[in-house]
């Protein structure tokens, strides 16, 4: 478990994450189309077992999905869903 050159968080071989927030023990995951089965909100298999991984290991994992972070129409939206979802006060 560490960190890549490339700022991934290893967290199984051949898995990463998008976003690690190490002093938090935070893990982020954009979760993009792919990361659903078709036509549905609810993730593959992959992308919970590294999610549930993570919080064995002691991380807080967060999953941003593609269709929560569409329907925002702004950059004020986009800010306050992260701070939101990441629990960061102003």
Not at 6 to 34: H, Y
């Amino acid at each position: 478990m560490g960190l890549s050159p490339e700022n991934e968080f290893e967290i199984a071989p051949a898995t990463s994450v998008d976003l690690v927030l190490e002093k938090q023990r935070k893990i982020v995951e954009v979760d993009g189309k792919t990361h659903f089965f078709l036509n549905s909100t609810r993730r593959h298999g992959l992308y919970r077992f590294r999610e549930r991984l993570a919080e064995r290991l002691g991380w807080e994992a967060l999953c941003i999905p593609h269709f929560e972070w569409e329907e925002l129409e702004n950059l004020e939206q986009q800010q306050k869903y992260l701070r939101d979802k990441l629990r960061i006060d102003d």
